[in-house]
């Protein structure tokens, strides 16, 4: 990824969101203040070569947008990596910018999720002996 963009990776570990402490996320890399990335290698060499024909896989869009609204950064790089293509097609490059509207219905989701996970914990003590 490095050498075919020129970009530098930093390693990101595990990132919790800004202002909601129960939302968290571990992006594979982070590159400068706005940008970050998710790396596939899979398994199946068809997966990559419809990813190389249609782009990043519908089903991978809650990860990427997720990690971006969890570590507020402007953009993802979608990187797929087969080495048993050939060579000009082993790394597959896209770059996914933040969604707003998707964040928040994230958002929306995350806090009645937590205030569901509140209401039962409230609920399982409500009685306990102190």
Not at 2 to 30: K, M, N, R, Y
Not at 81 to 103: N, T
Not at 122 to 128: P, S
Request: overall charge negative; some cysteine.
């Amino acid at each position: 990824y490095e050498a075919e963009t020129g970009l530098l990776v930093d390693t990101a570990g595990f990132v919790i969101h800004g202002t909601l402490p129960f939302v968290g996320c571990s992006p594979d890399f982070l590159v400068g203040d706005d940008g970050m990335g998710q790396i596939k290698c899979p398994h199946n060499p068809a997966v990559h070569v419809e990813t190389l024909r249609g782009g990043m896989p519908e089903d991978h869009v809650a990860q990427v947008q997720g990690e971006l609204w969890a570590t507020g950064r402007a953009w993802s790089d979608f990187v797929s990596y087969d080495p048993r293509m050939p060579a000009h097609r082993r790394l597959y490059v896209q770059r996914i910018h933040a969604d707003k509207a998707y964040h928040d219905d994230l958002e929306a989701v995350a806090a009645s999720a937590w205030a569901e996970v509140q209401s039962i914990l409230e609920f399982v003590n409500k009685g306990a002996a102190a």
